[in-house]
T-cell receptor, first 114, second 112 residues
Framework: GNSVTQMEGPVTLSEEAFLTINCTYT??????LFWYVQYPGEGLQLLLK?????DKGSNKGFEATYRKETTSFHLEKGSVQVSDSAVYFC?????????????FGQGTILTVHP | NAGVTQTPKFQVLKTGQSMTLQCAQD?????MSWYRQDPGMGLRLIHY???????DQGEVPNGYNVSRSTTEDFPLRLLSAAPSQTSVYFC???????????FGPGTRLTVL
């Protein structure tokens, strides 16, 4: 079956530091890959996505590249801000009988200090 | 647009009680789903619906029922609450299964 593994957290950084959150996946076929963000007390919001190999998703300074050869979709940001403090979830969606179903990683808590 | 709304925000139940978590969306989305979020486990799919009158089980359906009588509403029923159902529940919707999913703010449920 499908699975998503994220790097363990929590991750604590100083403002303007470089961020990497690792994500690897196992899936049949050619899944779409997502990063969702959850700010304190809120629901999940889509941060970025990639639907095929070598696609790069980007939004709000965050980037992730769909690497089929390494089954990875690592999230990066060059300079984090305090407002980026949140929980980040990597997720995949495959087609066929899994139509519409998202499989999530366990989430990584990010805290950014001034 | 209100987007996806969920009620209540918080709920405390005793073991064996039943209740319904409400979810509504005003975006005319066909696809709706329920997830539970537990520490260290991410979100897991409980039930989903591809349109009014059509529902199916997700990864962790035991102890939960759903129905979809209208496009807008997708309530989740706990038949006989158990402490293992203590969790945060999220409802999500999308135009279709292949589209971006929009999440509600969640319901935090505690079962004593």
């Amino acid at each position: 079956g499908n699975s998503v593994t994220q790097m363990e957290g929590p991750v604590t950084l100083s403002e303007e530091a470089f961020l990497t959150i690792n994500c690897t996946y196992t899936a049949t076929g050619y899944p779409s890959l997502f990063w969702y963000v959850q700010y304190p007390g809120e629901g999940l919001q889509l941060l970025l996505k990639a639907t095929k190999a070598d696609d790069k998703g980007s939004n709000k300074g965050f980037e992730a590249t769909y690497r089929k050869e390494t089954t990875s979709f690592h999230l990066e940001k060059g300079s984090v801000q305090v407002s980026d403090s949140a929980v980040y979830f990597c997720a995949l969606r495959s087609g066929g009988t899994s139509y519409g179903k998202l499989t999530f990683g366990q989430g990584t808590i990010l805290t950014v200090h001034p | 647009n209100a987007g996806v709304t969920q009620t209540p925000k918080f709920q405390v139940l005793k073991t064996g009680q039943s209740m319904t978590l409400q979810c509504a969306q005003d975006m005319n989305h066909e696809y709706m789903s329920w997830y539970r979020q537990d520490p260290g486990m991410g979100l897991r799919l409980i039930h989903y619906s591809v349109g009014a009158g059509i529902t199916d089980q997700g990864e962790v359906p035991n102890g939960y029922n759903v129905s979809r009588s209208t496009t807008e509403d997708f309530p989740l029923r706990l038949l006989s609450a158990a402490p293992s159902q203590t969790s945060v529940y999220f409802c999500a919707s999308s135009l279709n299964g292949g589209d971006e999913q929009f999440f509600g703010p969640g319901t935090r449920l505690t079962v004593l």
